[in-house]
């Protein structure tokens, strides 16, 4: 966490720019969030395998909540009776949440869509639930998110141009209703439109510009890392980015990989989450200054190197790779708790250095020094 002037409103401040790139820092009442930011992925209340103050000590500034899967459990209205998500999970920095419109369409089974909102099936109990612009920001302020996410349809790639375009307009109408709703929610909090418009450039130039009208205090793109390749991704952000105000925050969502956030700051990204890192970590597969390494593999059984002696991460410094390797075969809860405090780790360092490097006005020959070092690996 950085020193904070305790701020009680929700504001962007961008402090140095290096072509599209640029670094800054969101204020909100709970602290700062240095950008580009990499939020981890706190799905049920827990950044699962590890503690928050492992967390924090990676340098991660806000952590991420999810809405769909809180309301199903424990309950929206039991977290708020409980205190809220913040006193909840004992996390006191900015916690960000979905608006649970995704998880719906990719987690629950019988849902109807409509004008209204969509109603499903719990995929925990099979319960009924409505999920309207107006629920999904109601339960957002019960968990206390400090930045919220409007209710929208984000559509899954390759769709139909009539498809995007249907997602993208009833999107925009539910921008405005989730925007009013959100009126109602204490200072300091801040609500973000979400632009869509599938992989058609016009479409989401149109979605960027409605939204940007309606003066969000941020902005997330998306309907991306829904199975495109890179490079559609890359091109919807080279195209919206540039309708998109410059003194407020991008938050790409779902993304990505170490080389997606790399290139998508260089675009003009701010805000990143990704369930990679941890989701991985339960993988045996770790990120690092040398490229992956599957610690699954017998080629690590005997080595007594750690995954990387220079770093100030004790998961990447002081366990050998014999060691990881060992407790990923006997699947050991330690393996998969090392290697995600390790890829957490990684992901936080990878983000600082951008923003370092961005004020020193040299992250091209960051991202290249940091690609010639995944290339050249560890051998
Ligand atoms: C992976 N590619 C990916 N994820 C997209 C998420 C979900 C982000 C969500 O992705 C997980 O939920 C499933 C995370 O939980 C595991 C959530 O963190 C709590 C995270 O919430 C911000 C999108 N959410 C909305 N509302 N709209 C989108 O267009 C969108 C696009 C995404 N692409």
Redesign the pocket.
């Known amino acids: 966490m950085t020193p904070d002037t305790p701020a009680d409103t929700f504001s962007f401040t961008l402090s140095a720019t290096d072509g599209a790139a640029r670094t800054g820092y969101v204020s909100t009442p709970r602290g700062r969030i240095r950008t580009p930011a990499f939020?981890p992925?706190?799905?049920v209340a827990t950044v699962k395998g590890l503690y928050f103050d492992q967390v924090r000590a990676a340098g991660a500034d806000i952590v991420?909540?999810?809405?769909?899967?809180l309301m199903l459990r424990p309950g929206a209205e039991r977290v708020a009776k409980l205190g809220g998500l913040h006193t909840f999970m004992r996390w006191d920095g900015p916690i960000?949440?979905?608006?649970?419109?995704?998880?719906v369409m990719?987690?629950s089974s019988l849902r109807k869509m409509s004008e209204q909102g969509v109603t499903f099936r719990s995929h925990v109990d099979g319960a009924y639930h409505e999920m309207s612009p107006e629920r999904s920001v109601e339960i957002q302020g019960l968990l206390g998110a400090d930045i919220q996410?409007?209710?929208?349809e984000?559509v899954r790639l390759p769709c139909t141009d009539e498809e995007a375009e249907r997602a993208m307009r009833l999107s925009l109408r539910w921008a405005e209703r989730s925007k009013r709703a959100f009126e109602t929610q204490p200072k300091g909090r801040a609500i973000f439109g979400?632009v869509?418009g599938g992989a058609v450039p016009a479409l989401r130039v149109e979605s960027a510009r409605a939204l940007a009208d309606m003066d969000f205090p941020g902005y997330?793109?998306?309907?991306?890392?829904?199975g495109e390749p890179q490079e559609v991704m890359l091109a919807m952000i080279e195209t919206v980015a540039p309708h998109l105000p410059t003194n407020k925050p991008r938050y790409l969502?779902?993304?990505?990989t170490p080389d997606d956030l790399l290139e998508s700051v260089a675009r003009g990204i701010d805000m990143f989450?990704?369930?990679m890192p941890t989701r991985s970590g339960r993988h045996a597969l770790a990120f690092t200054r040398f490229g992956r390494i599957n610690l699954k593999n017998a080629r690590h059984a005997e080595d007594p190197r750690p995954l990387d002696e220079e770093s100030d991460c004790p998961a990447l410094r002081d366990y050998s790779r014999a060691y990881l390797h060992h407790l990923v075969r006997c699947e050991e809860m330690l393996g998969a708790m090392l290697i995600s405090w390790a890829n957490i780790h990684y992901y936080q360092q990878l983000m600082a250095g951008a923003r370092a490097a961005i004020a020193a006005g040299r992250y091209a020959d960051y991202v290249a020094q940091t690609k010639e070092g995944w290339a050249r690996g560890d051998l």
Request: aromatic share 4%; glycine share 20%.
């Open positions: 939020m992925v706190g799905t991420l909540g999810n809405t769909y899967h960000l949440t979905d608006s649970g419109g995704f998880q990719s987690l996410m409007q209710l929208d984000c979400i869509q997330s793109i998306g309907g991306l890392a829904v969502m779902g993304v990505g989450d990704c369930v």
